[in-house]
């Protein structure tokens, strides 16, 4: 009874962290099966746990291993429609598992049967090694050589220019061009338009404008009203891919020149951020952020409680699910001149 009242106490602590894990990483649709899932697990392993201070890694162990099973459920079941609304409405695992169920289609039998085994279903490298009669070094070769293959067919499938203008960038080279925009914003009219609202794809990062994708880069600034002088100005730019409790998207570099110091961050004519972000096929968010405040790297992740920094600074939308990225008329605002 007092293992039980004792893993009911940290389960409740702890269970906000778990559905953010499980949601970010296969979806809402199967999100409260696996939460419960997990939770039967951890309960009867309970009295294994040697350390109660590691109960949150121990509980997102156990989530892990039964997201891995319910991608790979919907990976083998899934179908996908073929209708035009088919990009929005998919969920995200749904979309990923046909994505590389067809990449692996069109790969050469040799490399989609490894990679099939590795990582479809987790085979050991060993027992892929005795099931194809070679030794293990040249699994792991084989696999590294695979990898590479896949990641470029896919890129090239679903990316195809996308990151072509930072191919020969390298991470020392970053940051280093100066803004292009002027002190005082030019002269601007804003007329009214009787044109019908449209939909349209929008996959900037909220507030900070920049879509959180491989090769992206971008500069903007903030003007005074009615002054119009430009009171500060920012540098943003994709560094390179980065996961974040399991949960795969890219790390942004931001830096804010001529800020107000609001935000403790050191000085006020230059100031670092870093965030780690996702696009998926229908939302944008924020994975992570950090910044130097007094002297000390402060990080926040989505895994952080309700009432957490990150949940009012960067959680956005139901469940910290982020923006939608396709926008069209949903008759909830109503124009009047």
Not at 59 to 84: F, H
Not at 125 to 136: C, E, K, N, T, V
Not at 208 to 214: G, H, K, Q
Not at 307 to 314: A, G, L, P, R, V
Request: hydrophobic share 40%; proline share 3%.
């Amino acid at each position: 009874m007092a293992n039980a009242d004792e893993f009911e106490s940290l389960y409740k602590k702890h269970k906000g962290a778990l559905e953010r894990f499980v949601r970010f990483r296969i979806g809402a649709r199967d999100a409260d099966d696996v939460v419960q899932e997990t939770a039967a697990a951890a309960f009867l392993k309970f009295a294994e746990l040697r350390s109660k201070d590691a109960f949150l890694p121990w509980l997102l162990s156990i989530a892990r291993n039964k997201c891995r099973d319910a991608y790979r459920s919907s990976a083998r079941s899934q179908t996908v429609a073929l209708d035009e609304d088919a990009a929005y409405t998919m969920p995200e695992a749904a979309s990923a598992a046909a994505a590389v169920r067809e990449i692996l289609a069109e790969m050469s039998d040799a490399d989609s049967k490894l990679l099939t085994m590795a990582y479809l279903e987790d085979a050991p490298l060993a027992a892929i090694a005795g099931s194809l009669g070679i030794p293990l070094g040249t699994v792991k070769s084989r696999l590294h050589s695979a990898r590479k293959r896949f990641r470029r067919a896919y890129e090239k499938k679903y990316y195809a220019g996308r990151a072509d203008d930072a191919q020969n960038d390298t991470e020392g080279s970053n940051m280093k061009r100066s803004a292009i925009l002027p002190d005082i914003i030019p002269a601007y009219k804003i007329t009214k338009s009787d044109a019908e609202p449209f939909s349209v794809v929008c996959e900037e990062l909220m507030g900070w404008m920049i879509v959180p994708r491989e090769g992206e880069r971008l500069t903007w600034g903030l003007y005074d009203s009615p002054s119009g002088r430009r009171t500060e100005w920012t540098e943003l730019e994709v560094v390179g891919r980065a996961s974040i409790h399991g949960v795969d998207g890219v790390e942004i570099r931001a830096v804010q020149h001529d800020a107000e110091n609001y935000y403790r961050t050191g000085s006020i004519d230059e100031c670092e951020r870093r965030f780690i972000a996702q696009a998926t096929d229908t939302h944008c968010r924020f994975l992570a952020e950090s910044h130097i405040e007094d002297g000390v790297r402060r990080c926040y992740t989505f895994l952080d409680g309700d009432d957490s920094e990150f949940i009012q600074n960067w959680g956005f939308g139901p469940d910290n699910r982020g923006f939608e990225t396709h926008l069209s008329k949903k008759g909830i605002v109503t124009r009047d001149g």
